[in-house]
């Protein structure tokens, strides 16, 4: 089965798009005068913000800077305590760690793997200032919950929407559900700058102090320079290089037209996939919450012997992925902040089952049929 499986060509488990327009984009930019910051940087913003219907979009080097520009805005420092889950990519927690603050890790929900409001409750201390919310694989956390405990509390809530652009929680926005909400511009995300982020708000103050801190912390009042001297500029703050480029933005101006007709691709094959499974109970699919319209980043099962399954998928030339080891399972985190197993046991056992497939726009149904027959055959095998 194996041998003859692999002679069909490797599928990956996410990959970009790129289209001839979005290859002029790009040409248009290295010919201007503008590599880095120019006209473009505004223009994605502008569009960026509109396609989530916020007030405000900066845009950033990364999906980590701007989880990490998203918590210096609203001031988390040395000590301060945020929030965060188990069930998440790495950069989520680390960026609190670059602000010298402590990520506190809470468990996430058995059916669907999202942050559970209840253990956000109980890791709330007098020193939590933030909790980041993760809308894993695509699916919109419950924003009702978690405003509610943040409003009791005083707490900023950031969504880490990294995998949800275009997703809606009772036909509310993402980009919008929370104080801040952060997105990723890698090539295995919706949509690609090759390396690139974003931050939305409808907070015009913490918006400036983002393109402040993208740009070193220096401050470019106009007003000012043309009081000092044109070549005039201070520094305020500590800030990074976290810009993006005017070759980047063009890019990311020219997918986002792509999204819409994306993401309800993205819905279709997810689609498929469910009815498909509903005959292989072995494996079972994430739950869906009946508020949301999910943005299927991931589409993710659980599997019985998952690391079996993942070895057996490749040789078969499916690529697919495990997302993730729960953060407080990292050596570092382990090393420095005393965490271990036992900490979020939901995480833990989630993670030994969690298998991420193949999903991208241009995946066909044939694909999610030879996806679920391989997967089918091996589960079957691996149970005699
Ligand atoms: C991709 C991702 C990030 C980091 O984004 P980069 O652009 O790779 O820095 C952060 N959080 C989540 C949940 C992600 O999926």
Same mark, same amino acid.
């Given at each position: 089965m194996t041998a003859e499986m692999s002679d069909l060509p490797f599928l990956p488990y996410?990959?970009?798009?790129?289209? =001839?327009?979005?290859?002029?984009?790009?040409?248009?930019?290295?010919?201007?005068?503008?590599l880095t910051t120019g006209p473009r940087v505004a223009a994605f913003e502008q569009a960026f913000a509109q396609f989530?219907?916020?007030a405000e979009a900066v845009a950033v080097s990364s999906g980590t800077a701007a989880l990490h520009a998203a918590l210096q805005a609203v001031g988390i420092v040395e000590d301060?305590?945020?929030?965060?889950?188990?069930?998440?990519?790495?950069?989520?927690?680390n960026a609190v760690l670059y602000q010298r603050a402590k990520p506190v890790i809470a468990d996430v929900l058995p059916d669907t793997l999202l942050?559970?409001?209840?253990?956000?409750?109980?890791?709330?201390?007098?020193?939590?200032?933030?909790v980041i919310a993760v809308d894993y694989a695509g699916q919109p956390c419950d924003y009702?919950?978690?405003?509610?405990?943040?409003?009791?509390?005083?707490?900023?809530?950031?969504?880490?929407?990294?995998h949800a652009p275009g997703a809606l929680y009772k036909g509310r926005q993402v980009g919008t559900l929370a104080d801040l909400s952060t997105f990723s511009f890698h090539p295995v995300k919706h949509l690609t700058t090759a390396e690139g982020g974003m931050i939305t708000t409808q907070n015009p103050v913490w918006a400036e102090r983002m393109r402040v801190f993208r740009n070193h912390g220096i401050t470019s009042d106009h007003a000012q320079r043309e009081q000092k001297g044109t070549w005039f500029y201070e520094m305020q703050e500590l800030g990074y290089n976290y810009r993006l480029s005017d070759l980047q933005c063009a890019l990311g101006l020219s997918q986002l037209k792509q999204l819409p007709a994306w993401l309800t691709r993205r819905r279709q094959l997810a689609q498929t996939y469910q009815q498909l499974l509903l005959s292989l109970p072995q494996v079972q699919p994430l739950a869906l919450s009946p508020d949301i319209e999910h943005a299927w980043h991931l589409y993710v099962v659980q599997v019985p012997q998952r690391d079996r399954v993942f070895q057996a998928l490749r040789a078969?030339?499916?690529g697919c992925q495990v997302h993730y080891i729960p953060v407080h399972l990292h050596p570092y985190y382990q090393r420095h902040l005393q965490t271990g197993p036992g900490l979020c046991p939901v995480a833990e056992q989630?993670?030994?089952?969690?298998?991420?497939?193949?999903?991208?726009?241009?995946?066909?149904? =044939?694909?999610?049929?030879r996806v679920l027959q391989s997967l089918g055959s091996i589960v079957r095998h691996l149970e005699k």
């Open positions: 996410g990959r970009q798009q790129i289209s =001839a327009e979005d290859e002029a984009a790009v040409l248009e930019v290295l010919r201007s005068d503008w989530c219907g916020a301060d305590e945020v929030i965060v889950p188990a069930m998440t990519f790495a950069a989520t927690a942050i559970d409001p209840v253990a956000v409750a109980a890791a709330i201390t007098p020193r939590t200032r933030a009702d919950a978690l405003r509610q405990l943040c409003d009791v509390h005083g707490l900023v809530l950031i969504a880490d929407a990294c078969a030339g499916i989630a993670y030994a089952s969690v298998l991420s497939l193949p999903l991208f726009p241009q995946l066909s149904e =044939a694909d999610v049929t």
